[in-house]
T-cell receptor, first 114, second 114 residues
Framework: EADIYQTPRYLVIGTGKKITLECSQT?????MYWYQQDPGMELHLIHY???????EKGDLSSESTVSRIRTEHFPLTLESARPSHTSQYLC?????????????FGAGTRLSVL | KNQVEQSPQSLIILEGKNCTLQ??????????LRWYKQDTGRGPVSLTI?????NTKSNGRYTATLDADTKQSSLHITASQLSDSASYIC?????????????FGRGTQLTVWP
């Protein structure tokens, strides 16, 4: 099993604040993903990375940005949080050689923007 | 349009009873299908994964079936326990490669009562 750490687990902030959600992994997996999940809804891919210095936007339009300077870290940043950003954010990893596309998920960050 | 539909949306059963969750998909091409269990406030954890040639896969009290012709899968839980209370998510991958993408269902929320 992959060890994936997301911090913070819960965050309540005011509108307009800049926030960074952290995701780190210890398995050396090349691929990393950020998903957004609302209650009772499917996961939506917002960003992904296939390795250091590689970042791509996912299917869901997002006002967030990501960076991948090191293999272990894949932080997600919201420059100006809005109530519409209230959601659960899940980070996932996947090893390079993974023909079955199995992803390993972190525990998530539940964000509330007031 | 590639979609994954799950039913029922929610289910309540008594401890010790069996239940079956359904997943229908229209994803093409098809690579594999997996069932995830997501506890409240946690990230999804993989239960089973099946490729085109596999029509059943077990993991303890969980048994998944796949009919690739009708594009249907089911997850059967035997002798349910309180710890089975969670959301069960069906995920389909469209190709077994680095370009494979995942399609997520909305999940079935299972509640097991004592």
């Amino acid at each position: 099993e992959a060890d994936i750490y997301q911090t913070p687990r819960y965050l309540v902030i005011g509108t307009g604040k800049k926030i960074t959600l952290e995701c780190s992994q210890t398995m050396g997996h090349d691929k990393m993903y950020w998903y957004q999940q609302d209650p009772g809804m499917e996961l939506h891919l917002i960003h992904y990375s296939y390795g250091v210095n590689s970042t791509e936007k996912g299917d869901l339009s997002s006002e967030s940005t990501v960076s991948r300077i090191r293999t272990e870290h894949f932080p997600l940043t919201l420059e100006s949080a809005r109530p519409s950003h209230t959601s659960q954010y899940l980070c996932a990893t996947e090893p390079r050689e993974n023909t079955k596309n199995i992803q390993y998920f972190g525990a998530g960050t539940r964000l509330s923007v007031l | 349009k590639n979609q994954v539909e799950q039913s029922p949306q929610s289910l309540i059963i008594l401890e010790g009873k069996n239940c079956t969750l359904q997943c229908n998909y229209t994803v093409s091409p098809f690579s594999n299908l997996r069932w995830y269990k997501q506890d409240t406030g946690r990230g999804p954890v993989s239960l089973t994964i099946m490729t085109f040639s596999e029509n059943t896969k077990s993991n303890g009290r969980y048994t998944a079936t796949l009919d690739a012709d009708t594009k249907q899968s089911s997850l059967h839980i035997t002798a349910s326990q309180l710890s089975d209370s969670a959301s069960y998510i069906c995920v389909v991958s469209d190709r077994g490669s680095t370009l494979g993408r995942l399609y997520f269902g909305r999940g079935t929320q299972l509640t097991v009562w004592p």
